[in-house]
């Protein structure tokens, strides 16, 4: 049942205390500005100003004040600011490992971690520095080097943060997968980088099924050439352990049990690769983005640290997956002394208090998860400030798509009047978030606070100006040091260059659509690629979906505009509507009403059609390009691979939706 209450885009919300703002990093971090370099700024628009305007001044002061382990001479911040691959910090070498044990503390863990078979536990800096230790010395026995690759098949549990701080102090390339991927899906992933070593499950559980996945594993291992070693992970059943050593792999205890060497960390160039992440591969093979050490680890510690103001001692959560960008930014808590609090199983399982439970009992200052979650609670009548103590939590983080006025409203109202809500809005391609928090500034429904520091976030319209107050592609104007260092096995960077900067040469488009308020706020308006222009008037899925999904008889929405021969335009409203409601003129009525009345007339669809399910990449994002290439007729096998969509039945239904072909042959 949606009770949130009514309220409009710009409403505000929340405002820090002069107590509150006074204890930020970010206050700590503008005291140590004045007092070490003479800098003063009135506010933080100013503040932002300065950092994208003097982008070597502000990412050599990110080094220094959080001591950042870059060794060598960091004379040339900023060699070249030519987009794509600027040359950040040349001549210098890092390690990401290093820059995360330089924070451990013996008086607080370094991960939490619950699942849905195990209770919460914490795992003490000491464990996880001889875990790490371990694992790199079994890395070092069978083989494995600077530069060569690391792939993982494994939950979110603390093996797989083990294994890749063990892998990044080495020098070597970590990339990890959800064990819930198909054989296909991995392949395609994999197989492009060629790696070494596969660490992997035996199985998972989820929503309360054990899911066994060794079949999978080793039609992996037969795909992958280049594997010399596989490590099998007893996680879902324990006795596996010895099956594994009877097949020819190696168990994670053997990793353990052997001859550990002191923890010591492999300098690497700034831009060395740390990691490579996939998009989600709608269509064709998912593109291997690579990011470096130096880029990510000061990225992180600025978003992590100013943004997210995650302190040391504080409890990060985020409910990810290994195969999403978030698990990434999670480990970032890492960096800044903060403590990662991992979970693994359906986060709505045996109900959607599972989460608020375990942010209780764990304490958690930081609660971050999916728009659509926090938009499920709310449908779903959750009131997790009445059922749970929440006293330790001061922030809660949303990304993954646009998040709804009402379901801002309903954070306040449900969760804490006086928590912050931290939207977020960036990528997997830059790993981190470019328009997000700022613990200084109010809250306003339906807005992110402001774009991040050091990222030149702007809006441009048709003629590539930069525009406020107006809806515009959002770009960056000037190089961000997470930006990929570039794609796997594209040497010249021709692929690289045709997905971000095809359209401003040396400037980055994202694809999405932003608008930039006066106040420097900003409003995501959905993709880019999948705008919908009605009378001439183009606007972003997003407000559409957050009017639809206001209503409590609609539980997701899909909306398509589709351009017709003989100028034509039609437009499409799908509708998965809640449990025992049918899709009857009342409905429809009531939904086109809420539309014309909220939005305008021309957001009105020309159909509303119940469906079963919305496609979903596997991150979550509703796939709106691939259903309306489907709907022009495109066959599915070019549209999406199959490994890409979360659910393929969803994708399917629009394949074979009879109604639509008609309309569209009419």
Not at 291 to 301: A, D, F, K, P, S
Not at 508 to 517: C, F, L, M, V
Not at 602 to 628: Q, S
Request: proline share 6%; glycine share 10%.
């Amino acid at each position: 049942m949606n009770d949130a209450p009514r309220i409009q885009e710009g409403t505000l919300l929340w405002e820090p205390s002069a107590e509150l703002a006074a204890a930020t990093n970010l206050t700590d971090y503008l005291g140590w500005l004045d007092r070490e370099h003479g800098l003063r700024f009135a506010d933080y628009e100013e503040l932002w100003r300065w950092s994208v305007d003097d982008l070597e001044a502000f990412w050599s002061s990110i080094v220094d004040y959080y001591e950042i382990p870059l060794h060598g001479d960091r004379g040339r911040v900023l060699g070249s600011q030519a987009m794509p691959r600027a040359v950040w910090f040349e001549g210098t070498t890092i390690n990401y490992a290093e820059a995360v044990f330089r924070r451990a503390a013996h008086d607080r863990p370094a991960l939490l971690f619950q699942s849905e078979r195990e209770p919460l536990r914490s795992i003490a800096w000491a464990e996880l520095e001889t875990s790490v230790a371990a694992v790199a010395s079994g890395f070092r026995r069978l083989g494995v080097g600077r530069g060569d690759r690391v792939v993982a098949v494994l939950p979110n549990i603390p093996e797989a943060v083990i294994a890749f701080l063990a892998t990044a102090s080495i020098g070597a390339i970590w990339s990890s997968c959800s064990p819930d991927f198909g054989t296909g899906s991995l392949v395609d992933r994999f197989a492009q980088i060629e790696p070494k070593i596969l660490i992997a499950v035996d199985g998972y559980a989820y929503g309360g099924k054990p899911f066994d996945r060794r079949e999978v594993v080793d039609e992996l291992r037969a795909a992958l050439p280049s594997l010399e070693s596989t490590v099998r992970v007893p996680y879902l059943n324990p006795s596996s352990a010895t099956a594994a050593a009877q097949t020819g792999e190696l168990a994670w205890g053997d990793l353990l049990a052997g001859p550990a060497e002191p923890l010591t960390f492999e300098p690497v160039p700034f831009d060395h690769p740390l990691w490579v992440l996939f998009s989600s591969g709608t269509t064709g093979l998912p593109k291997a983005i690579v990011h470096g050490h130096g880029g990510i680890v000061l990225e992180h510690t600025k978003v992590l640290g100013l943004h997210c103001d995650v302190r040391p001692g504080d409890r990060m959560f985020w409910y990810s997956t290994t195969g999403w960008m978030m698990w990434n930014f999670l480990l970032g808590s890492l960096l800044v002394g903060g403590t990662a609090v991992l979970y693994d199983g359906n986060p709505g399982y045996p109900d959607l208090g599972v989460l608020w439970e375990m942010a209780e009992r764990a304490e958690v200052s930081l609660f971050g998860t999916s728009a659509a979650f926090l938009a499920a609670s709310l449908k779903r009548g959750i009131r997790p400030g009445a059922e749970h103590d929440l006293s330790r939590l001061r922030a809660i983080g949303s990304t993954g798509s646009p998040l709804a006025v009402d379901v801002f409203a309903w954070v306040y109202d449900a969760i804490k009047p006086d928590v912050w809500l931290v939207s977020l809005s960036g990528g997997t391609d830059v790993a981190s978030a470019f328009v997000g928090g700022v613990p200084t500034l109010p809250v306003h429904a339906g807005e992110l606070q402001a774009r991040s520091l050091g990222a030149r976030v702007e809006a441009f319209d048709e003629a590539g100006r930069s525009v406020i107050g107006e809806t515009g592609e959002l770009v960056l104007s000037a190089p961000l040091p997470s930006m990929p260092v570039g794609f796997w096995d594209d040497p010249d960077g021709e692929r690289y260059r045709e997905s971000y900067f095809g359209m401003y040469p040396g400037v980055w488009r994202h694809g999405d659509w932003i608008r930039i308020t006066e106040r420097g706020s900003a409003v995501i308006e959905g993709r880019s690629d999948s705008t919908l222009n009605r009378q001439g008037i183009r606007f972003g899925t997003s407000e559409l979906y957050a009017v639809v999904e206001a209503l409590p008889e609609v539980a997701d929405s899909l909306v398509i505009g589709l351009e017709l021969p003989g100028g034509r335009y039609w437009m499409p409203l799908f509708v998965v509507l809640a449990n025992g409601i049918a899709l009857d003129d009342a409905l429809v009525a009531r939904i086109r009403t809420a539309i014309r009345e909220t939005l305008s007339q021309r957001h009105v669809p020309d159909a509303i059609v119940a469906v079963p399910a919305v496609p979903r990449t596997l991150t979550g994002k509703k796939m709106e390009v691939p259903v309306k290439r489907l709907l022009l007729g495109r066959p599915l096998a070019e549209v999406a691979a199959p490994g890409a969509v979360a659910d393929p039945a969803a994708l399917e239904f629009f394949a074979d939706y009879e109604a639509v072909v008609a309309a569209l042959s009419g």
